[in-house]
Each structure stands twice: as C-alpha cells, then as structure tokens.
C-alpha cells in the first residue's frame, strides 16, 4: 500500500484550499502513510501542518525566465528523489505546453511508482491518467478528488460533502487580534474586498460601485473593508460614510480569516479572499464576470453562497476549456459593468435576511445543438433558410433569444488567434456556414451543407418572414444614413415590414448602454448588426443578455449592398463562388484579408488526414 505520497500544487492560498477536501480525503485513506506538499512559500506560511507530515517550498515566479524554471523544475525534482516517494500526485491542469513540459521535468525527476495527475492530451509522462474534461466542467475540487480517488481513496464523495473549514493555521492570538479590530456591537458586519489580487484584473467590478455600495449598506451594518492597497481598499473606506473599519494591508491571511470569521456576510469579486472566506463559512455574494465561476466559486454552504454574474455570451473568457482563455478579458468588460449595485445590495440583504430571492421570469439565450461538423475547431451548424424562419418563430413564441454567426473561413482564421471570438462562435446559438470555403470543407471532411446563410441574402430574405410575421427588425450599425437607406429599400421590397428602429452608432464601450436602450425601447423582435467581423459577434455576445431581442445577427457589409452602396457580384459569379474575386477586384485593399484562405485551404486538408 501507498506510503508516501507527495502532493504537488503550486499556486496561491485560494486554489490550494480547493485541494484540501482532496487532501483530507487522502488522509483519512491512509492515516499511517507519509503525505508531503510541495507548494510556494507565501502559501505554506498559512496553510495548516496538520495536514501533512512536510511542506517543502519552491519559488514560483513569471520574472524568471523559462530555462530559469524549468532549471528550478529539475532541480527541486531531483531533491524530492532523495525522499522515495512512492505516489506523486499532480493537482494542476497542463493548460500550457510549456508548464506541461515544466511540470513532466519535476514529476519524473522524483521517479516514483505512481504518478497521478489529470490528462487534456499533454500528460504523457504521468502513469495513471484522470480525464481533464476542461475548466468548469467540473469545479475544481471535484476534478482534486477525482485524483486522489485514483490514488486509491475508495470513499465516494463530493466536493459539496466537505465545505472547508478552519483550514487556515489560524492561532488564538490572530482571533484576540480579530476582537480587537471588530468589537462587539449590535450591526451586523459586512466585509467588502474591492480587489482580485495582482493576476487578471479584468475580474475586477468598478470601485465606484462599491462606494455606492458601501454607503447604502453602512447605515444599517459595520463595514470592514479587507484586501492589499493596490485593491483600492483605502479609497473605499475612506469615501464610505458612515460605521467602516479599514484593515487593508493590516491583517496576515490566518488573521484575515479570524476577521472573516467574525463577519456576517463578505461581498468581493472572484479572489482569494472568497476562498479564506470558505475556510471559516463565511456567507458571501461573490461577483464573477470575466473567470469561471463553474470552476473556482468558493466551496461555501449552499445556503450562505450568491454567485452574481452578468450572463454574457462571452462570459466566461478565462480559463475555458483546456487553455488559458483570454486573462485581460476585453476591453470592454460588460460582463462586469453590466452587474449594478442595486442587484448586489439585494443579493447581501437577501442573505442577511436568510431568504432566497424569487425567481425572475427573463428570456433565455438558446442553447446551441450539436453541431454538424467542425472545422479546425469552430462548430458548424446545418441548416436552411426555410428552417431558419421557423427557428426564429420557435424563438419569439418561446421567449428565447438568440445570437446567429454567420461564420466564413476569415472567421476560423481570426478565431485560431483571438480566444474570445473563438468562444463566441463556440457559444453562439447557431453558427452557420457563410462562405465558399466552408461548403467546400464541410463536403472535404464527407459532411455537405444544404446551402450558405448569408448577410447579404439573409436579411431579405428574413425581412421578407418578417413582413408576413410581423416580427419587428432593428438595423444597427454601417456608416451613418446607410442603415436608414436599407430600411427604405426593404420597405419598398416588403411594404408589411415593421422597421423598429436604424442607427449607425460604434461598437465601442462608451455607446453600449445607450445602444442596448434605444433598441429596447424599439420593442424589437429581430436586431441586425453591421459593425463588421468580430465587432458586430463580440457586440452582440457581450450585449445579448440584456437585449429584448429573440435574434441577433452579424451581417457585415450586407447593408452596403442591400442599400446599394455598394455593387455586388453578378449572378453566375455568387453562383459559382467567386464572390470574393470579384470584391477583391472593386476593394483592392481587401488582399492582405484574402491571404489567410489559402493557409484555411492547407489546415482543413491536414485536418482531414488527421
């Protein structure tokens, strides 16, 4: 039987207390067996020896270069031989191929029996391998137990069998200190963390919000605001009027967690100090945006948890599926502006007052179907224009909405560098083929398609639904006056067709609220987008959630044409796919564009061997 086992986690204090219901598991499996962790040291100075007979510490640190680490990898590998360790146990994905490597220098140069880790296709080098079936499939601590379970813990448990608790090497001196700083009184205490740490600040809600979050909460509960200075915390106590206790950059993290201990209710955003909340139970409104709350909300009671999120499309764009995502999310974070103060006061009043909030009747985004095929990735889903108006219809009557991608091999391209379009197309309700290069990949890979679903000739074509519906269109974007020249012609063209609204406006951050008002207000059923690829997919994505729309499409230059602005190609020309030669032949510019199709070409053939 297993003896000694090293666990290796190298992260901070949050992401080591999802392993510990992992850890206490391991040890209540084998209590006579010799368990150590290998760890960062501003972690092993807080986290309980109860737990382990060692913890040995390694510097972590992105300032070293990548031989430095991998040097550091080998080196403490070949330390923790010495020790004969029988199991290694891995709790980290290989989400990089360079940690992967890092990771596979450290585990064989221990050379122990087992090594247990889980496998996305990079985990060559470990002997017993646990499926990685991407971040938010499962929580985190779940995919932890699921390690030691192959480790050979026959117990069958849950990450929500054992919510942590007093993890932290918290003394009775860091609770007398607690008692000190919170005295006593008659108001409940609400800490406030207004930070997310030094990584992905995009994670962040805006300081301003919990000012006026503060301020409506503290004439009725004492306000302890928690965090480093780099959080803002001291502007927050300091614009904050009323009963407030400023502790930013005063407490350690066993103290922090006596603190938290003491507290009623902690609101923050996605952090570590949630998971120090955990440790003590604390009930928390947890505000989560960019990152995956299906992956690292804290392990608190059901009971004493809100998760608060936006509902994006986009959302979440970090640590998804197998990779990293996007870690500075978008410049336009919506997914957390969009979150206002006066649902987050709601969600702390509700849990002060031990009740659940009712559930709100809102229109959902469709879920997309299997896809047809893929190609180089991104789904492709089949289906008609006859099949799509009546998707549409099923839509309206149903009370979902919908974000429709007209996808192209431009599209693929743009997506194998950007994640978070990558996402998009992923997510997206439906994502259709746009595009001679992807009737001819889907008929390639023995998977043809009935027929392209264009911007050009969708949006006739579903004005033309539209008028005998009487579904309400809405065209937003192109250059000023064109969007308005489109609905004269499809007016013309469909005289029953209601236009709900035009405007050009941009897809940029200033203007998205004022946008996703006008266009509610219009009391649209349909919205056409022509901000151009992948503005006008992003837009509507991060927008969708709270548009009262049933469908949302990108349509890139289809107004142009519609308008007339712009000439399209001859009949026989979009009938044999040559479209694009003749745009490249008016729009000479276009060519730079025009250069990724032939490397599309090279990709799906080997996609194919493959």
């Not at 040995?56 to 020790?83: D, M, N, P, Y």
């Not at 409104?285 to 960019?290: L, N, Y």
């Not at 399209?568 to 060519?591: C, D, F, I, S, T």
């Amino acid at each position: 039987m297993t003896s000694k086992i090293l666990a290796i986690k190298l992260a901070d204090i949050g992401d080591l207390i999802l392993v510990t219901p992992a850890i206490k598991a391991l040890r209540q499996q084998f209590p006579n067996a010799e368990i150590d962790l290998l760890t960062i040291p501003s972690t092993a100075e807080a986290y309980p020896q109860t737990l382990f007979d060692e913890i040995v510490t390694v510097e972590k640190s992105s300032t070293h270069s990548t031989a430095s680490r991998w040097f550091q990898a080998i080196k403490t590998g070949l330390i923790l031989r010495s020790r004969k360790y029988d199991s290694v146990i891995l709790f980290h994905h290989l989400s990089l191929r360079s940690g992967a490597l890092k990771h596979a220098l450290m585990v064989s140069s221990v050379r122990a029996q087992k090594s247990i880790g889980l496998d996305n296709g990079r985990g060559w080098f470990l002997t017993h391998k646990v499926p990685d079936g991407g971040f938010g499939v499962k929580h985190e601590s779940q995919y932890w137990l699921d390690l030691v379970s192959a480790a050979g813990v026959s117990q069958n448990i849950t990450a929500a069998d054992d919510v942590p608790q007093t993890l932290l090497a918290v003394s009775d001196e860091d609770h007398a200190q607690a008692d000190e700083w919170i005295p006593s009184g008659e108001l409940p205490v609400i800490a406030i963390h207004p930070g997310t740490g030094a990584y992905s600040r995009a994670r962040r809600w805006e300081l301003t919000k919990f000012v006026e979050l503060g301020r409506a909460l503290a004439y009725r509960a004492m306000i302890v605001v928690v965090g480093a200075p780099m959080d803002g915390g001291n502007e927050l106590a300091e614009a904050i009027d009323g009963n407030v206790i400023n502790l930013t950059d005063k407490t350690t993290l066993p103290q922090l967690a006596a603190v938290l201990s003491r507290c009623d209710l902690l609101i923050g955003a996605d952090s570590g100090v949630l998971h120090v909340a955990s440790t003590v139970n604390t009930p928390t409104v947890a505000i989560f945006g960019p990152s995956n709350h299906q992956a690292w909300q804290p392990l608190v009671q059901e009971s004493n948890l809100r998760v608060i999120r936006a509902g994006s499309l986009c959302s979440p764009c970090i640590y998804t599926e197998f990779g990293l995502g996007s870690p500075a999310g978008c410049p336009e974070r919506t997914c957390m502006r969009s979150i206002q103060v006066s649902r987050v006061l709601q969600e702390a009043e509700n849990v002060l007052e031990g009740k659940y909030p009712e559930d709100v009747q809102e229109r959902k985004i469709a879920k997309p179907p299997t896809p047809h095929l893929r190609v180089l990735g991104v789904p492709i889903h089949k289906v008609t224009y006859s099949e799509l108006m009546d998707q549409i219809q099923s839509w309206i009557d149903n009370g979902q909405k919908a974000q429709l991608a007209t996808a192209n091999p431009e599209f693929i391209m743009e997506a194998r560098k950007d994640s978070i379009f990558r996402l998009i197309l992923e997510r997206a309700t439906l994502s259709v083929a746009d595009g001679i290069g992807l009737m001819a990949a889907a008929r390639w890979k023995g998977r043809p398609l009935p027929e392209r679903i264009t911007g050009s000739d969708g949006v006739p074509l579903i004005a033309e639904a539209a008028a005998r519906q009487g579904w309400r269109i809405y065209l937003l974007g192109a250059a000023p006056g064109v969007a308005k020249k489109t609905a004269a012609e499809l007016i013309q063209r469909y005289p029953d067709l209601e236009i709900a609204g035009t405007y050009a406006g941009s897809p940029s951050q200033d203007e998205e609220d004022d946008l996703v008002e006008r266009i509610n207000q219009s009391k649209a059923d349909i919205l056409f987008v022509a901000y151009g690829a992948p503005k006008q997919d992003k837009w509507i994505a991060r927008n969708l959630h709270r548009l009262d729309v049933s469908m949302a499409m990108g349509v890139g230059g289809a107004f142009d044409f519609i308008s007339g602005i712009i000439l399209r190609a001859p009949q026989w020309m979009q009938r044999v796919g040559l479209e694009w030669l003749y745009r490249l032949m008016r729009e000479p510019w276009r060519w730079r564009r025009m250069l990724v199709l032939p490397w599309f070409a090279v990709l799906v053939l080997f996609e194919r061997r493959k």
